[in-house]
């Protein structure tokens, strides 16, 4: 069996970028070489980037948004409406709506979405934080949770956990397809998504 053709530093940033989603081995070979080609360029300044995010990213307490202040910029827009929820499983799809500007409210990121298989359960998703803040004055919780069987899975789920609390409950509707993620989906699709959104 022939050696691999780069040293252990050349491996090693090959085998981590092949971690990331939409990379296998392959396409983190072809990425590690541009790289190594535009050092200067590049990979120092990607680096250093990378450094500076690690250092400086938090995670916000209040809602699970990633930023580098705390609370996020997001929890503290007072132009926001303070008194809907936003519930998404991922910060990616946090950053999908607010790239299409369809909402105007707070967020909560839940960190997940209920799978068995998985074994993601209701403990393991930041629901104690949620119920705390309907519990602090929330009119209305709109679940955007992404349409595959996890996601509605967690969004009965999240149904039943607020029904006590008597707040407004509402869910995406028409443009998110049946195994859909919200983080491929275009502003136009989320934007209607938002619009038809209903009663629980």
Same mark, same amino acid.
């Given at each position: 069996?022939?050696?691999? @053709?780069?040293? +252990? =530093?050349?491996?090693?940033?090959?085998?981590?970028?092949?971690?990331?989603?939409?990379?296998?081995? &392959?396409?983190?070979?072809?990425?590690?070489?541009?790289?190594?080609?535009?050092?200067?360029?590049? $990979? =120092? @300044?990607?680096? %250093?980037? $990378?450094?500076?995010?690690?250092?400086?990213?938090?995670?916000?307490?209040?809602?699970?948004?990633?930023? *580098?202040?705390?609370?996020?910029?997001?929890?503290? !827009?007072?132009? &926001?409406?303070?008194?809907?929820?936003?519930?998404?499983?991922? /910060?990616?799809?946090?950053?999908?709506?607010?790239?299409?500007?369809?909402? &105007?409210?707070?967020?909560?990121?839940?960190?997940?979405?209920? %799978?068995?298989?998985?074994? /993601?359960?209701?403990?393991?998703?930041?629901?104690?934080?949620?119920?705390?803040?309907?519990?602090?004055?929330?009119? =209305?919780? /709109?679940?955007?949770?992404?349409?595959?069987?996890?996601?509605? %899975?967690?969004?009965?789920?999240? $149904? !039943?956990?607020?029904? @006590? %609390?008597?707040?407004?409950? *509402?869910?995406?509707?028409?443009?998110? +397809? /049946?195994?859909?993620?919200?983080?491929?989906?275009?502003?136009?699709?989320?934007?209607?998504?938002?619009?038809?959104?209903?009663?629980?």
């Amino acid at each position: 069996m022939a050696g691999s @053709p780069a040293g +252990p =530093e050349i491996e090693r940033l090959i085998q981590l970028l092949a971690k990331l989603p939409g990379l296998g081995p &392959r396409s983190a070979r072809r990425a590690a070489l541009a790289l190594l080609k535009k050092r200067e360029t590049l $990979m =120092e @300044p990607l680096a %250093s980037a $990378m450094a500076g995010a690690a250092a400086a990213i938090k995670t916000c307490a209040t809602c699970g948004n990633l930023d *580098t202040v705390e609370p996020c910029v997001i929890c503290r !827009d007072a132009r &926001r409406d303070p008194h809907v929820i936003c519930v998404v499983e991922d /910060v990616a799809d946090l950053w999908a709506l607010e790239r299409a500007g369809v909402f &105007r409210g707070r967020y909560h990121v839940l960190g997940g979405a209920l %799978s068995a298989l998985d074994g /993601v359960t209701p403990e393991k998703l930041n629901l104690p934080t949620l119920l705390e803040r309907v519990r602090a004055g929330i009119n =209305e919780v /709109v679940l955007a949770m992404n349409a595959t069987v996890e996601g509605q %899975s967690t969004a009965h789920y999240l $149904m !039943d956990a607020l029904e @006590p %609390s008597g707040v407004r409950v *509402t869910r995406l509707a028409h443009g998110v +397809p /049946v195994g859909g993620e919200l983080d491929y989906l275009d502003e136009g699709t989320l934007n209607a998504a938002f619009k038809a959104r209903r009663q629980m």
